[in-house]
């Protein structure tokens, strides 16, 4: 509030006070969205470079009842402050889980673990109890960390992974080369899979650079037996770019976009009158 003449008083919000309310009713409205049903997954196709598809990342969306689709690295981030992620991570779990369980056809299903549910909750006896109640094999099942997930208590990260692996889940790199020490800890955990961020694919024809550090991802990955997964493949340009470079796996919406799963019916072996 600011005097404005004699007596009279006038509210004024600056940019910076409506972005914090913004984010605090956001905040709010997110404690309900678990309850009220606004939360839904989404799957998108991974595929070999020969086209075969080979399994599904679980990405979650939120359906706000007055904003509509809210995109989550907009609420993630507010979850995570909040510690809401623990019980919206259960769910995404149990949910993504639930519905691999019950296709036809046995593909792989990737789920985004937030670093917060490392740290806090008991993650390892939540994954244990879903695999159980849903009857997913673990081997079905792959997570996918950053490594703000090895950042913080290192160890205790590390220790949980091993015991993640050992159940026959499988562990993915995700956004591999957008931090600070993306090799360090190619040497301290033998991932399954490394996800070359999105940002390294979007550039492949613009900028040689980048073509580069494709390519050393890919030859560093190889020589460590790791399967690459390139993410936001958009061209046919990128696709052929990647096959010519030997890139296993590839996912972006020259595949697909993430959908609900009905979408993908024919992809998980359900017949689809046409
Ligand atoms: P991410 O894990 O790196 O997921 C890939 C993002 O790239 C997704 O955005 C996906 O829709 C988008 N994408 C995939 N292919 C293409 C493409 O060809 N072009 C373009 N432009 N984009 C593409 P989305 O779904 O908006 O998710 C954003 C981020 O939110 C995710 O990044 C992940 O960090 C986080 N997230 C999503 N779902 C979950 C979740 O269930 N749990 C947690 N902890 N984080 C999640
Ligand atoms: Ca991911
Ligand atoms: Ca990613
Ligand atoms: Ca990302």
Redesign the pocket.
Known sequence: AKREGRGRVCFFETGMDRELRDRRLLQHDLRHALEQSEFQ??F?PQARMDGEIIGF?????WNHPVRGFV???QF?PL??ESGL?IE??DW?LRE?CRQAASWPRPLQVA????PV?FQTGDLERSIHQILLETGLAPTRLEV?I?EGVLIGDFTRALNLLRRLKALGIHIAM??FGTGYSSLSYLQSFPFDKI?I??SF??NLEATPQSAEIVRAVLSLAHALHIPVVA????TEAQRAFLQREACEVM????IG??EPIERYADLIGINVER
């Open positions: 997954v989404y998108q990342e679980a990405l979650l969306r995109p989550p690295d993630i979850a995570e992620i919206i991570g995404v993504t789920v985004n673990l937030s549910q996918e950053t995700d956004d996800k961020d999105r694919i979007l993410e936001g493949v958009e996912q972006g919406y020259l976009r993430p």
